[in-house]
């Protein structure tokens, strides 16, 4: 019997909505096809965006949505992707497969994608081929609500009003395709760009991403903190020049030239890749240490604004597209580090999985018209009930499984918020292949009265096809039981489930 505790009045922090956040690249068929499809399309659309999409999207709440890159966005120059899109430059996406980049999809697409989600925006900047001019005139373009060059650009194109800008990127990757740059280098350049991205009145204030670094890079993170982060003369708050300072790692099973493929494996990789995903654990440890010698009052966030799995692409595909399928063990990978998050709220202020649609780990594939749901899409539906709570104590003592000593992982993984109405939200994931375990839940001296359970489960190559595309789906939970005010259950192997618990 495995007791998870949970106590009610050790309240960690807030969970920002963010940490469930989500990122699109002009990379394969995430945004042409994934999510635009123009105004002419067949395929059922609102001003060009998929209907299907942006419902599922809206279902999930999804918070806020990086664009345009990624690797992309320091080839992106924004003004090839504004006015007449006949009259829009072509250019091919080096990085990406080599295809043509008609730039039918710019800023005012992105902007209206946005608009009918809901949700905020959190716009990437070209450091690496870019210039300070093009960046700062991009702001003010999306921002500036007076008379100037940009906002009449803007409203010639057909938009009068500003749009709000959540969030900047000031690079992506600097220290890879962003520009190869060393840290010492690109803190200066950081702290030269981010000087003209002006805030213009705009309520909220742009938040300033600076790019941080590759996995365990601690170098990378001490030395751009050391240059960037407070400095005299800084104008807009007593954190300097940055609100977040990004960190991207990637869940890859074995190399980067044979990464393993997405939905063929074996019980070995499954706790392999499992185990790889738990070191995200280690490294928001790690880093939030060197970011607590300079900022020990956590004024701004680690904002993880990639992560997920990368496979191999799928045969038959564009090596460049980045199309891979999805399973149970993409659920799972998705709940722990969610749980993670979660964990770290107190430093960690926004997530963003890779990617949105068709790339990576996907919450959403489409083909033609059609679309599906993923098993990851699944997760972040039940996951959705944390965002915005208050992150509460919670306490299980899991036993270490495996099939190989070096890629051992926990059988039980957990998190738990309260939401503004007094409901507890618990979610549960069970790693295990193939084992079940009795568990009960206990919430201190407080008592559970009233409880509703769901939850995802199957085996762990399970996944939804355009076929069956319902294969993998989330069902009510029902068999458990209440006494004393503590919940019983039995948690399937391969699982993840969410509890609601009113007291
Ligand atoms: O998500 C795919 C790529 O992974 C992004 O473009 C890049 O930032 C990262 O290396």
Redesign the pocket.
């Known amino acids: 019997m495995y007791r998870l505790s949970i106590h009610p009045n050790t309240k960690i922090g807030h969970i920002a909505p963010e940490i469930q956040g989500h990122?699109s690249?002009h990379?394969g068929r995430c945004i042409y096809g994934g999510i635009y499809v123009g105004e002419k399309s067949d395929i059922p659309n609102t001003n060009g965006m998929r209907n299907d999409v942006v419902e599922a999207l809206k279902n999930i709440r999804i918070p806020v949505l990086r664009w345009p890159?990624?690797?992309?966005a320091d080839e992106y120059h924004w003004k090839d992707g504004i006015g007449d899109k006949s009259a829009r430059k072509r250019m091919i996406n080096t990085?990406w497969g080599g295809v043509v980049e008609d730039n039918s999809f710019g800023t005012h697409e992105y902007m209206e994608l946005c608009r009918q989600l809901g949700c905020k925006t959190y716009v990437n900047g070209n450091v690496g081929s870019g210039t300070v001019r093009e960046m700062s005139e991009w702001v003010e373009y999306m921002t500036f609500d007076g008379v100037s060059p940009m906002a009449e650009l803007r409203k010639q194109n057909g938009h009068d009003a500003p749009w709000t800008v959540d969030y900047f990127g000031v690079g992506?990757?600097n220290w890879?395709?962003g520009g190869n740059m060393v840290p010492e280098y690109y803190a200066n350049q950081y702290r030269q760009y981010q000087s003209f991205i002006k805030d213009y009145g705009a309520t909220p204030r742009i938040n300033r991403i600076c790019c941080g670094p590759n996995a365990q890079d601690y170098e990378w993170m001490d030395v751009v903190l050391n240059q960037c982060f407070k400095m005299a003369g800084s104008q807009n708050n007593n954190h300097g020049f940055m609100d977040g300072i990004s960190l991207?790692y990637?869940t890859v099973p074995h190399t980067w030239e044979k990464k393993g493929s997405a939905s063929d494996f074996d019980e070995k990789e499954w706790y392999l890749t499992l185990s790889k995903t738990l070191f995200m654990e280690e490294l928001i440890t790690k880093h939030t240490a060197i970011m607590d010698q300079y900022d020990p009052e956590k004024q701004i966030g680690l904002m993880v604004d990639?992560w997920g799995t990368w496979y191999d692409v799928e045969e038959g595909t564009n090596p460049g597209f980045?199309y891979q399928q999805n399973t149970m063990r993409d659920a799972l990978v998705a709940a722990i580090n969610l749980n993670i998050f979660n964990k770290h709220c107190d430093r960690v202020r926004m997530a963003n999985i890779?990617?949105l649609v068709n790339?990576?780990q996907s919450v959403i594939l489409t083909e033609g018209d059609q679309m599906i749901k993923t098993p990851t899409y699944h997760v972040f539906d039940l996951y959705k009930h944390h965002q915005n709570g208050t992150l509460v104590e919670s306490e299980l003592k899991a036993d270490q499984i495996g099939l190989e000593e070096a890629y051992m992982v926990p059988n039980l993984h957990e998190s738990c918020s309260i939401d503004d109405n007094g409901v507890y939200h618990i979610t549960l994931a069970n790693l295990s292949c193939d084992s079940d375990y009795e568990m009960n839940i206990a919430l201190d001296s407080l008592a559970a009265k009233e409880v509703s359970a769901e939850i995802l489960t199957g085996k762990i190559n399970d996944k939804n096809t355009f076929e069956q595309p319902e294969n993998v789906k989330v069902s009510a939970f029902t068999n458990y039981q209440t006494a004393n005010g503590e919940i019983a259950f039995t948690i399937p192997s391969c699982s993840v489930m969410h509890l609601e618990v009113r007291i």
Request: glycine letters at 16%; a negative charge.
């Open positions: 990122f690249e990379l890159g990624g690797c992309f990085n992506n990757e890879g395709c991207h990637y990639e980045l890779a990617q790339v990576l």
